[in-house]
Nanobody, 115 residues
């Protein structure tokens, strides 16, 4: 089992920044891809950004150039730096970790951007 704990959500004005962190614990050996997804009210969960254990990244088009994902394999953490935030970024953000064919999820952290 893998446990994921997120931190760093909150309320910020449009144009501001937030930093989300996620720490993995438990049976972490073999985790390949870690990342962030988000789900806004009434919408499906969507990819925000992912990063492999080797450091390859993938971003949703809507966040490219504004968000940066990073990973510290030694500390089992993944971080999402979010800049130039927009009201449409408002959502619950979930940390994810993929190990073989299974994806683990954190409980989610609320991010609210006011206009």
């Amino acid at each position: 089992q893998v446990q994921l704990v997120e931190s760093g959500g909150g309320l910020v004005q449009a144009g501001g920044s937030l930093r989300l962190s996620c720490t993995a614990s438990g049976t972490i050996f073999g985790i390949n891809v870690m990342g962030w997804y988000r789900q806004a009210p009434g919408k499906q969960r969507e990819l925000v950004a992912t990063i492999t254990s080797g450091g390859s990244t993938n971003y949703a088009d809507s966040v490219k150039g504004r968000f940066t994902i990073s990973r510290d394999n030694a500390k089992n953490t993944v971080t999402l730096q979010m800049d130039s935030l927009k009201p449409e970024d408002t959502a619950v953000y979930y940390c994810s970790a993929r190990k073989l064919a299974y994806t683990y999820w954190g409980q989610g952290t609320q991010v609210t951007i006011s206009s």
